[in-house]
């Protein structure tokens, strides 16, 4: 990828300096790129005040930027430089002191000739959601930048749950303590009512004041997302509300019907084949899923009740609220409606166990869903008629191919078209299919069959 972003940048203007600050010292320049082989430092020439400085782009990678301008680098320097001072300190006594210091860091030293603050005006990361936890070392290092320009390039912002957004706002903040005394001061926070109807300020929630007030800033920092929406005593939909909220104001998300420069982007865009098939069920599968979907949205029914911020009892027309476990099983059933058997035992982490050796057979995928019919029958609410009893159907022998695709399509309209265009496109036509899923047991499940 490092390559190829040169080749794209180096495309779109010859203008442009490309550098490749990536591999050993044995690489060499080639097509007007160079690479720079020595570790950067503030006195590099490639930082100079130049005209041709300004003009360059560097690319790096995350490993190679962390491994060399990182924690563990500073790290070493320390323990050398407390060693050096008086070598007859145990060498636990120096780590303890290395780790005193780091603790309490929030920047790389001045001192250090590998500290690049401030060095680069803008900075871009791409496959940002690599550090979405803010604790972690290449994390640490892009704050050391402290660039006064980031853009985070990610297609998945939230990867796992809502707290994987707090390691990108954490990038995206001030590097000064936007909650601190100091701070809080300079927006105004002490002089609103929200700050003085709290004790001790302790309770004071950025939500609470208008969205004009300069305090407001707050709520899009990681600290205040933490605590005042994923930890937040308040509804989920309130939650959903808020978080809509940040997302909108910190990501930049351009869809078909976007305008940019007064013009669509749809529009704008070379035309491509884009074709929509809508499948369906057969009558039978029908029935199972929605003796499924009905199951799944009884308990989101009976929690529709609530009371909305006033306290005042909204009845029936709270907004319903469907729990992850239900919408995973929803889209897998969507998918192969004989996943709603095995759907407890192909998670992601118990998948990643059973593949060790290799990929699962298709037949084998068979197997796990008998036997959990004989364990574990159909426990749906309200079942249609012909599901009081769990149908197995005939487990068709290892070798016989046929019958286990039969048997994979049987509850998968999904899989029935998409065979067909396997069979059409990578069969006769040699081309390459890209299949995207979201979840983990599809992958598993298709490269399977």
């Known amino acids: 990828m490092i390559h190829q972003w040169a080749s794209a940048i180096k495309a779109i203007s010859s203008d442009l300096v490309v550098k490749i600050y990536y591999g050993g ?15 950067l430092s503030k006195d590099n020439e490639v ?3 130049t005209e041709e400085a300004a003009r360059t782009t560097i690319i ?23 060693k050096d001072q008086d070598e007859s300190i145990p060498y636990t006594s120096v780590m303890e002191s290395v780790n005193d210091i780091m603790k309490g860091m929030e920047s790389a030293p001045e001192w250090w000739c590998h500290n ?38 990610t297609a998945t912002p939230i990867w796992n749950d809502l707290s994987d957004i707090l390691g990108l706002l954490y990038q995206l903040q001030k590097n000064e303590d936007t909650w601190s005394k100091k701070s809080l001061e300079k927006l105004g926070v002490f002089v609103t009512d929200a700050w003085k109807n709290t004790a001790g300020g302790e309770g004071f929630d950025p939500w609470d004041i208008e969205s004009d007030e300069p305090a407001s800033c707050l709520r899009y920092t ?16 309130a939650k959903g509300e808020r978080m809509r909220e940040v997302l909108k104001a910190c990501m930049i998300k351009r869809s078909y019907g976007s305008l940019v420069d007064g013009q669509v982007v749809g529009k704008a865009l070379p035309a491509v084949q884009n074709i929509s098939v809508n499948l369906a069920f057969t009558p039978k599968e029908q029935k199972i899923y929605e003796g499924i979907f009905g199951d799944c949205v009884a308990s989101a029914r009976s929690r529709r009740r609530g009371k909305n911020e006033e306290g005042d009892d909204e009845g029936n027309d709270a907004l319903a609220t469907l729990s992850a476990p239900k919408f995973r099983r929803l889209c897998l059933v969507t998918t192969w409606t004989e996943f709603d058997h095995i759907i407890s035992s192909y998670t992601a982490k118990k998948l990643n166990d059973r593949r ?15 036997n959990a019919k004989r ?63 979201t979840m983990p047991a599809q992958v598993l499940w298709l490269e399977s069959v």
Do not use: M
């Not at 060499?28 to 720079?36: F, K, N, P, Q, V």
């Not at 490993?63 to 563990?72: D, I, K």
């Not at 205040?224 to 937040?232: D, F, L, N, T």
């Not at 309200?382 to 022998?397: N, R, V, W």
């Open 25 to 39: 010292k044995r690489q060499t320049s080639a097509d007007g790129i160079e690479y720079l082989t020595d570790i």
């Open 47 to 49: 930082f100079s005040q």
């Open 60 to 82: 790096t990678s995350l490993r190679t930027l962390t491994s060399r301008h990182g924690p563990s680098v500073l790290t070493k320097v320390l323990r050398n430089k407390i």
């Open 116 to 153: 690049l603050k401030g060095l680069f005006k803008r900075v871009i990361v791409d496959e940002a959601h690599e550090i979405r936890r803010k604790t972690i070392h290449s994390a640490v290092t892009l704050r050391w930048l402290e660039a006064p320009s980031v853009l985070l390039l």
């Open 222 to 237: 990681s600290e205040s997302v933490e605590r005042h929406i994923i930890k937040g005593d308040i509804r989920l939909v």
């Open 356 to 370: 060790k050796n290799g990929v699962l057979h298709a037949h084998t995928i068979l197997c796990d869903v008998n």
């Open 375 to 437: 364990q574990r029958p159909y426990q749906i609410a309200d079942s249609p008629e012909g599901l009081a009893k769990t149908q197995i159907d005939p487990l068709p022998s290892k070798d016989d191919t046929r019958e286990i695709l039969r048997s994979h399509c049987r509850g998968s309209p999904k899989l029935r078209y998409l065979l067909q265009l396997v069979a059409e496109l990578v069969i006769l036509r040699k081309e390459k299919l890209l299949i995207f899923v």
